[in-house]
């Protein structure tokens, strides 16, 4: 992220104060947040992985001399990233290096940068829908337990695991630098927006920090957050019905 931390650390110790005061109003808010700690962790780990994983099957080894082709939440995790992830439900993990040089010549850098970056998204929706699988198959075959008091902490778990891998997903499609996006949008842009978009690019971290401090970044991909979910939802109902049948 080339964003002058000091900013991120003023918001985080404002939403830190915020979310204080909000548990001590509502202690259920906490319970709320230790559930969504492993959706969080899942979400950046294969997240990260995935880029790690996409560059080195492309002929980079450069994440895997770096230690990040595991799936050790410790190899990943930003602890900025981390918490603002936590706090306002959009943040990244550690940024995963790659050198475009080592690709291999099978296709032009470009795409193969653009496929280590759309790898990180795919694979939170993928999670998402192996989850919303597993919340299906829990509800279907072990209905005495989703009413169990356990049984109803997993559930919760599961669906806010959901949402944040969904959520992490749709955020890093957001066409603007740093973010996954602006990495497959250059790919596809002509060569001259692609000159004009680098030689611009301070002043795109420049919008994206002011959409994400205001939270109007939030008004943007809300909705298509809430399309992938109902999409989801549906796909793996409709398995549900198959299997029934």
Known sequence: MNIDRRIIYIIIAVLA?????QYAQNPMQLL?????????IVAITFH???????????????????GRL?????????????FMLIFVHFGWGKPVEINPTNFNRKRSMSAQEAIVALAGPVMNILIAIILTIV????????????ISQIGVLVVLTLQMAIS????????????????DGSKVLMHFL???????????????????VVLWVTNLISYIISPVINVVYRGIYSLVSAMFGIFKL
């Open 32 to 40: 709320a947040l230790l559930l969504t700690l492993p959706g969080v």
């Open 190 to 208: 002509p060569y001259d927006a692609k000159t004009w978009f680098m030689e611009h690019r301070q002043i795109f971290y420049i919008i994206f």
């Open 135 to 146: 919340l299906f198959a829990i509800n279907a075959f072990a209905p005495t337990f989703v």
């Open 48 to 66: 990260e992985f995935a880029h790690a994983f996409a560059a080195d099957k492309l002929g980079d080894d450069t994440p895997r001399r770096q």
């Open 17 to 21: 104060v915020s979310t204080v005061i």
């Open 164 to 179: 944040v891998n969904i959520g992490l997903g749709v955020f890093n499609l957001v066409p603007l630098p740093p973010l």
């Open 70 to 82: 595991n799936l050790n939440p410790l190899s990943h995790i930003d602890p900025i990233g981390f």
